[in-house]
């Protein structure tokens, strides 16, 4: 797809320039500016959103006029301030014009968020395009369900894999209204993407529709929205058989963050870390459980640069507990995500002692070079 075209800054006031310059590029756009509508280039701007940062009405209004007249730059965006009540009104006749006025509470990222939305429904009105004018034959090879409705809420357009979702072939189901097809009607599907057409706000969720699960991604624009529906459905139920060998497991098992801050673990960990919830875990790091004279940023080191790692820790648990701990550990699961299973064998006979296991980590490591 094509770059976005620039957003075009008309401005007078150097300050102003300055700061204006900072949130439009907040928004990933390239920005241009200009002190009047006239030396905007007629090449590389087509479809460019002007933003007319004046305050003085007569200049404001001339700009805009002079902006209209140009059909290649489809919308304006008018951020002033003192202007009357009338002349906000002539503006905003034009469909093609929004007002943010400044120094109100807010106005820079009320701004900013007018740009990005101006330039999502721009890039929502080329795929609509493409779906709703031509539709390319491959969308039928696909298996991602591809649907299309309408400001009214009817389908207008899905393709083959689509008619899996439904239930139904598309030429039964094309014109009728989401509640009006079986499968949809009344599901978390549905309410999900009335709830995203309403406010106007992409959205990603992952639901199950007569008894399939789907990752789903909708983008809604003025005219309509365009959804994307993928089959996730072994995945879900990997992820199902995973978390109930996860919490059934007797051994304690946890899944740590690059900085090696628990973001899941199972009641066999609550146990053995003695923090009585799994809230009481969560967040917290092995490191709060080791003995001061451990160094345990070293043995973090060693971890990350291993595929996969095994030994023994001592660990103090919230209660004051010495335990002697073995554990195997695995890096990178998930991308930035490390299991690690530990088990209780403090006291067990083959196993050194909690001081030993300090100890031995102190001792510098043996030389084989001769």
């Given at each position: 797809?094509?770059?976005?075209?620039?957003?075009?800054?008309?401005?007078?006031?150097?300050?102003?320039?300055?700061?204006?310059?900072?949130?439009?590029?907040?928004?990933?756009?390239?920005?241009?500016?200009?002190?009047?509508?006239?030396?905007?280039?007629?090449?590389?701007?087509?479809?460019?959103?002007?933003?007319?940062?004046?305050?003085?009405?007569?200049?404001?209004?001339?700009?805009?006029?002079?902006?209209?007249?140009?059909?290649?730059?489809?919308?304006?965006?008018?951020?002033?301030?003192?202007?009357?009540?009338?002349?906000?009104?002539?503006?905003?006749?034009?469909?093609?014009?929004?007002?943010?006025?400044?120094?109100?509470?807010?106005?820079?990222?009320?701004?900013?968020?007018?740009?990005?939305?101006?330039?999502?429904?721009?890039?929502?009105?080329?795929?609509?395009?493409?779906?709703?004018?031509?539709?390319?034959?491959?969308?039928?090879?696909?298996?991602?369900?591809?649907?299309?409705?309408?400001?009214?809420?009817?389908?207008?357009?899905?393709?083959?894999?689509?008619?899996?979702?439904?239930?139904?072939?598309?030429?039964?189901?094309?014109?009728?209204?989401?509640?009006?097809?079986?499968?949809?009607?009344?599901?978390?599907?549905?309410?999900?993407?009335?709830?995203?057409?309403?406010?106007?706000?992409?959205?990603?969720?992952?639901?199950?529709?007569?008894?399939?699960?789907?990752?789903?991604?909708?983008?809604?624009?003025?005219?309509?929205?365009?959804?994307?529906?993928?089959?996730?459905?072994?995945?879900?139920?990997?992820?199902?058989?995973?978390?109930?060998?996860?919490?059934?497991?007797?051994?304690?098992?946890?899944?740590?963050?690059?900085?090696?801050?628990?973001?899941?673990?199972?009641?066999?960990?609550?146990?053995?870390?003695?923090?009585?919830?799994?809230?009481?875990?969560?967040?917290?790091?092995?490191?709060?459980?080791?003995?001061?004279?451990?160094?345990?940023?070293?043995?973090?080191?060693?971890?990350?640069?291993?595929?996969?790692?095994?030994?023994?820790?001592?660990?103090?648990?919230?209660?004051?507990?010495?335990?002697?701990?073995?554990?195997?550990?695995?890096p990178n699961v998930l991308d930035g995500r490390h299991l690690s299973v530990l088990r209780d064998?403090?006291?067990?006979?083959?196993?050194?002692?909690?001081?030993?296991?300090?100890?031995?980590?102190?001792?510098?490591?043996?030389?084989?070079?001769?």
């Amino acid at each position: 797809m094509d770059s976005d075209p620039p957003v075009v800054l008309v401005v007078d006031d150097s300050e102003r320039e300055h700061a204006l310059v900072d949130v439009l590029t907040s928004t990933g756009d390239e920005v241009i500016t200009v002190e009047s509508v006239s030396e905007i280039p007629e090449t590389d701007t087509a479809e460019s959103t002007v933003v007319v940062a004046r305050d003085d009405a007569t200049d404001v209004v001339e700009s805009v006029e002079a902006a209209l007249d140009r059909v290649d730059l489809p919308s304006v965006v008018v951020y002033a301030d003192r202007l009357s009540e009338s002349t906000v009104r002539g503006l905003l006749a034009s469909d093609r014009v929004e007002y943010v006025p400044r120094n109100a509470p807010g106005d820079e990222a009320l701004l900013a968020s007018r740009i990005r939305r101006i330039a999502n429904e721009r890039r929502d009105g080329r795929i609509g395009r493409t779906i709703t004018g031509r539709v390319p034959p491959v969308l039928d090879d696909v298996s991602e369900a591809v649907f299309a409705i309408n400001p009214d809420r009817s389908l207008v357009y899905c393709n083959r894999a689509a008619e899996d979702l439904f239930g139904a072939s598309r030429e039964s189901v094309l014109g009728r209204g989401l509640s009006d097809v079986p499968a949809i009607s009344g599901t978390d599907l549905e309410r999900e993407l009335i709830r995203s057409m309403d406010r106007g706000e992409r959205t990603a969720i992952e639901t199950t529709v007569d008894g399939t699960r789907y990752d789903v991604r909708a983008y809604p624009s003025a005219a309509g929205q365009f959804v994307f529906a993928r089959d996730v459905t072994e995945r879900h139920e990997r992820d199902q058989l995973f978390r109930a060998a996860f919490e059934g497991a007797m051994d304690a098992m946890v899944i740590a963050d690059d900085d090696g801050r628990y973001v899941d673990v199972n009641p066999a960990a609550v146990d053995l870390f003695g923090t009585e919830t799994v809230e009481g875990l969560i967040g917290r790091s092995i490191a709060e459980f080791a003995p001061e004279e451990y160094d345990v940023a070293a043995s973090w080191d060693r971890f990350h640069a291993s595929d996969h790692e095994r030994g023994l820790f001592p660990l103090i648990s919230d209660g004051g507990d010495r335990r002697v701990v073995e554990f195997a550990a695995t890096p990178n699961v998930l991308d930035g995500r490390h299991l690690s299973v530990l088990r209780d064998v403090t006291g067990r006979a083959g196993y050194p002692s909690f001081r030993s296991i300090i100890d031995d980590a102190r001792r510098p490591p043996v030389d084989d070079g001769g």
